[in-house]
Nanobody, 125 residues
Framework: QVQLVESGGGLVQAGGSLRLSCAAS????????MGWFRQAPGKEREFVSA????????SYAESVKGRFTISRDNAKKMVYLQMNSLKPEDTAVYYC??????????????????WGQGTQVTVSS
């Protein structure tokens, strides 16, 4: 069982940066693939990025490649999403998620077993 709590969201101007954090509890955190997803108003939840248990493999949505960076610290049970060059279309609630299947760094929502409550990111133009 893993509990996830996101933080770091807020209001930022276009071109600015934010760093999201996800704090996890549970003894097996280091064995999970961790992902970030987002959901904008009126839209479906979508994949943003994911990272393997070791941190060696990462995956990004095309829309954020080159701007966002995912990382993790297994000792601290933390996952981060550094977001640079933010755009108004990045406005959404951002969710942290954990996937117990470590064979694949998955992008499918259904692959993830545990979810946080989300943190709001608003990018003004």
């Amino acid at each position: 069982q893993v509990q996830l709590v996101e933080s770091g969201g807020g209001l930022v101007q276009a071109g600015g940066s934010l760093r999201l954090s996800c704090a996890a509890s549970g003894r097996t955190f280091s064995s999970y693939v961790m992902g970030w997803f987002r959901q904008a108003p009126g839209k479906e939840r979508e994949f943003v990025s994911a990272i393997s248990w070791s941190g060696r493999r990462t995956s990004y949505a095309e829309s954020v490649k080159g701007r966002f960076t995912i990382s993790r610290d297994n000792a601290k049970k933390m996952v981060y999403l550094q977001m640079n060059s933010l755009k108004p279309e990045d406005t959404a609630v951002y969710y942290c998620a954990a996937d117990a299947d470590t064979a694949v760094v998955a992008s499918a929502i259904g692959s993830y077993d545990y979810w946080g409550q989300g943190t709001q990111v608003t990018v003004s133009s």
